[in-house]
């Protein structure tokens, strides 16, 4: 991902799928569309790092950054290292113990073609399924005016899920964001980073 810094970023709006799709929904061709621009204001960055624990403030800071092929700017942790999930990333390996499991991620999903779909019954079994039952105990699910956000517990460690979707739109956006200690008192920060998240390209 490019990152993009605290200031207002041009994107691509690519309303169509560009190219052949990758597994998982991303597209491997270069999307059409005319230039848009978005853009996440300083102090909203600074509100997401300002609801860190004052413990963790020193450990965890925020930026704005551009998401997979400029469809989305999230707001996520800074210095954080991509792998081999697009759009995911973890504490740096060397750095401030974070907890193994902990990571953080925004993109896309066609959930195969790319094309309409009932995207509240898709997110529904992809991105919460897993969450409602068992051990997990439920903080938080909250509709929201374009989607859902879960917050779930269990054990060590907190999930943070968020999806956003648009009626007759080819793909829905996710950001997802996993805590285990020490840093699971941290979820209000990661909450607020997934509710920033700004859509370009449905």
């Known amino acids: 991902?490019?990152?993009?810094?605290?200031?207002?970023?041009?994107?691509?709006?690519?309303?169509?799928?560009?190219?052949?799709?990758?597994?998982?929904?991303?597209?491997?061709?270069?999307?059409?569309?005319?230039?848009?621009?978005?853009?996440?204001?300083?102090?909203?960055?600074?509100?997401?790092?300002?609801?860190?624990?004052?413990?963790?403030?020193?450990?965890?800071?925020?930026?704005?950054?551009?998401?997979?092929?400029?469809?989305?700017?999230?707001?996520?942790?800074?210095?954080?290292?991509?792998?081999?999930?697009?759009?995911?990333?973890?504490?740096?390996?060397?750095?401030?113990?974070?907890?193994?499991?902990?990571?953080f991620a925004t993109g896309s999903n066609c959930d195969g073609s790319c094309e309409a779909k009932d995207w509240k019954k898709v997110v529904e079994t992809v991105e919460f399924a897993q969450f409602l039952g068992g051990e997990w105990a439920v903080r938080k699910d909250e509709a929201l005016p374009d989607g859902r956000l879960l917050v779930v517990a269990k054990q060590d460690r907190v999930d943070v899920a968020l999806a956003r979707w648009k009626d007759g739109a080819s793909r829905y956006f996710y950001c997802r964001a996993t805590l285990e200690k020490p840093i699971t008192e941290a979820v209000d920060a990661f909450e607020e980073a997934c509710r920033q998240m700004k859509v370009v390209g449905f």
């Open 1 to 103: 991902m490019l990152r993009v810094g605290l200031m207002t970023v041009a994107v691509l709006n690519t309303l169509a799928c560009g190219g052949k799709e990758a597994p998982g929904g991303g597209s491997t061709g270069a999307g059409g569309g005319e230039p848009a621009k978005v853009s996440i204001d300083p102090a909203v960055v600074a509100g997401v790092a300002a609801k860190l624990p004052d413990g963790l403030k020193d450990k965890i800071t925020f930026e704005a950054v551009e998401g997979e092929k400029g469809r989305h700017v999230a707001v996520q942790p800074k210095g954080w290292e991509a792998g081999a999930i697009p759009g995911r990333v973890k504490p740096p390996m060397g750095g401030a113990d974070l907890g193994f499991m902990t990571a």
